[in-house]
């Protein structure tokens, strides 16, 4: 079996651990990787993303929307985890979170999951993270967050570098013709909050600030996750 690289010569490999939760009828059946202990016995996951984590100086969720799933998952044991993502353009770190907080954040992403099964949730990525944006900076009761949202969605001037996820995402397309129908008289925002709102929530309303800018107070594990993307194969 190949020898899990340290972090930062702190961090040692920690067998895959896996996970079983069931929410309602549905079960959930995978294996947590990259887990590694300090001698304190802190666990950290450390992930290297291929491309950055930052944009604009933005966090990009859709770049660490996998990451944050694993972490809620982490956690359900009941034992704490900082998970550090590594990119060619920012590092990213997720600070431990309670439990009661990890399990109700991971039953409404099944729960989710579950209703989608059954129609087209009015929810896509880039347009729900325009909103979260505008709310976060402009407060609950402006319109600008619906406006910033319908924007994302309908706006396509690729000469100019809009481009409109509706034009990008055909399913959603298919599903919502244009952003009335997506707005779907407020369920967009029940879902933007239900489903990116714990991780938009995890990461600083000010901009990131070029690579390796840490996140939620996680200078310590990123230079240490530095350490370790010069290690990784």
């Given amino acids: 079996m190949h020898e899990p690289h340290r972090v930062g010569a702190v961090f040692r490999g920690e067998d895959a651990v896996e996970r079983r939760r069931t929410a309602a009828t549905l079960e959930v059946a995978d294996q947590l990787t990259s887990l590694r202990r300090n001698a304190q016995g802190a666990r950290c996951r450390l992930v290297l993303e291929s491309s950055g984590v930052i944009k604009d100086g933005r ?42 907080q990890a399990e109700q954040a991971w039953g409404d992403l099944l729960a989710a999951w579950q209703e989608g099964m059954t129609r087209p949730l009015p929810f896509v990525q880039a347009c729900s993270d325009a909103w979260w944006l505008s709310q976060l900076k402009e407060g609950a009761d402006s319109a600008k967050p619906r406006d910033a949202a319908r924007k994302a969605y309908e706006h396509h001037e690729p000469e100019h570098g809009a481009r409109a996820e509706r ?57 240490m996750a530095g350490d370790a993307a010069e290690e990784a194969p």
């Fill in 167 to 223: 034009e990008q995402n055909p399913c959603a397309a298919r599903a919502f013709p244009d952003f009335e129908a997506l707005w779907a008289g407020g369920e967009f925002a029940h879902w933007a909050r239900t489903l990116l709102g714990p991780l938009r929530q995890a990461l600083p309303v000010t901009k990131a600030k070029g690579r390796g800018a840490p996140i939620s107070g996680g200078a310590p594990m990123s230079e």
């Fill in 59 to 100: 966090y990009r969720t859709d770049k660490l929307a996998a990451a944050w799933v694993a972490h809620l998952a982490g956690h359900l044991n009941g034992e704490a985890l900082t998970t550090v993502v590594v990119s060619k353009a920012g590092t990213a770190t997720f600070s431990p979170l309670g439990l009661p």
